[in-house]
């Protein structure tokens, strides 16, 4: 199990390290400071489908195509964590070497986006999440926190869909 996590983790997390790297360039170097969202998450799900493919290689190779809910979530949720945390590292990276000023710029922008009745609000509550990013936990958290939950749906949906209790019934 250890190598297909490994493996496929190590794949996810490499798409994903990318696909941050280019939308967060992207929105950079956007005037009006804007991503998408859409296509982000569009993205991760795509790239995290390669899990339902671990899985179901665990189970077809390793376990004579037999597996449990319990330890295909498991398999799959281990490779979330190994694509999670590349994910992470790579914002980390990104964010601290190339992009200092991002979260500056960010709060900027939700700012002068906002309504203006919304204008003092949005001015302290963009104050305060400037202040929690200056705690490098905090940014691990919720760097996590963009990825992890999606990965581990997919984990879900996968070891839902591949779970065998005897070989040739579904």
């Given at each position: 199990?250890?190598?297909i996590?490994?493996?496929v983790?190590l794949?996810?997390?490499?798409?994903?390290?990318?696909?941050?790297?280019?939308?967060?360039?992207?929105?950079?170097?956007?005037?009006?400071?804007?991503?998408?969202a859409?296509?982000?998450?569009?993205?991760?799900i795509?790239?995290?489908?390669?899990?339902?493919?671990?899985?179901?290689?665990?189970?077809?190779?390793q376990?004579g195509?037999?597996?449990?809910?319990?330890?295909?979530?498991?398999?799959?949720?281990?490779?979330?964590?190994?694509?999670?945390?590349?994910?992470?590292v790579?914002?980390?990276?990104?964010?601290?070497?190339?992009?200092?000023?991002?979260?500056?710029r960010?709060?900027?922008?939700?700012?002068?986006?906002c309504?203006?009745?919304?204008?003092?609000?949005?001015?302290?509550?963009?104050?305060?999440?400037?202040?929690m990013?200056?705690n490098?936990?905090?940014?691990?958290?919720?760097?996590?926190?963009?990825v992890?939950?999606?990965?581990?749906?997919?984990?879900?949906?996968?070891?839902?869909?591949?779970?065998?209790?005897?070989?040739?019934?579904q």
């Amino acid at each position: 199990m250890k190598r297909i996590v490994l493996i496929v983790g190590l794949i996810i997390g490499t798409i994903l390290a990318i696909n941050i790297a280019v939308m967060v360039n992207l929105m950079y170097n956007n005037p009006n400071f804007e991503g998408n969202a859409v296509v982000g998450y569009t993205i991760q799900i795509l790239v995290f489908s390669v899990i339902y493919f671990g899985i179901r290689n665990y189970r077809d190779k390793q376990l004579g195509g037999v597996i449990s809910f319990g330890k295909g979530f498991k398999t799959g949720a281990l490779i979330v964590l190994v694509a999670s945390t590349m994910y992470v590292v790579a914002w980390l990276i990104g964010y601290y070497l190339f992009v200092p000023d991002f979260i500056d710029r960010y709060a900027e922008h939700v700012i002068n986006t906002c309504a203006k009745d919304q204008l003092e609000a949005t001015k302290a509550s963009m104050e305060s999440f400037k202040k929690m990013y200056e705690n490098p936990v905090f940014v691990v958290l919720i760097t996590y926190a963009e990825v992890l939950p999606v990965g581990l749906l997919v984990a879900l949906i996968s070891a839902l869909l591949l779970k065998k209790k005897t070989v040739g019934i579904q």
